[in-house]
């Protein structure tokens, strides 16, 4: 069983920058893929950004590439989200999310574990 934690979240200027931090607890963090997805109002979740275990692997959805990156450091079972050249657009609820897989899936439905997720809100 994990427990996952968002933070960070608030509102930034377009062009700003914020960065996510979501912290697990329970056991087996490390041996997680873990994944960042947003959500606005009733839409479906999106896939946003997903790092294997030991980050040799990453995925972005291509609405977010080379603006933001997706870390982890395992010592502090903390995985980030730093997003980077923000844009209205990029507001949601951002939910950090573990799966039991070895590749950074962006599908929902693999992951096991979810946060509650926190409002990012990026003005023009």
């Known amino acids: 069983q994990v427990q996952l934690a968002e933070s960070g979240g608030g509102l930034a200027q377009a062009g700003g920058s914020l960065r996510l931090s979501c912290a697990a607890s329970?056991?087996?963090?490390?041996?997680?893929?873990m994944g960042w997805f947003r959500q606005v109002s009733e839409k479906e979740r999106e896939f946003v950004a997903a790092?294997?275990?030991?980050?040799?692997?990453?995925s972005y959805a291509d609405s977010v590439k080379g603006r933001f990156t997706i870390s982890r450091d395992n010592a502090k079972n903390t995985v980030y989200l730093q997003m980077n050249s923000l844009k209205p657009e990029d507001t949601a609820v951002y939910h950090c999310?573990?799966?039991?897989?070895?590749?950074?899936?962006?599908?929902?439905?693999?992951?096991?574990?979810w946060g509650q997720g926190t409002q990012v809100t990026v003005s023009s």
């Open positions: 999310a573990a799966a039991q897989t070895m590749v950074a899936t962006p599908r929902a439905h693999e992951y096991d574990y």
């Open positions: 329970g056991r087996g963090f490390s041996w997680y893929t």
């Open positions: 790092i294997t275990w030991r980050g040799a692997s990453t």
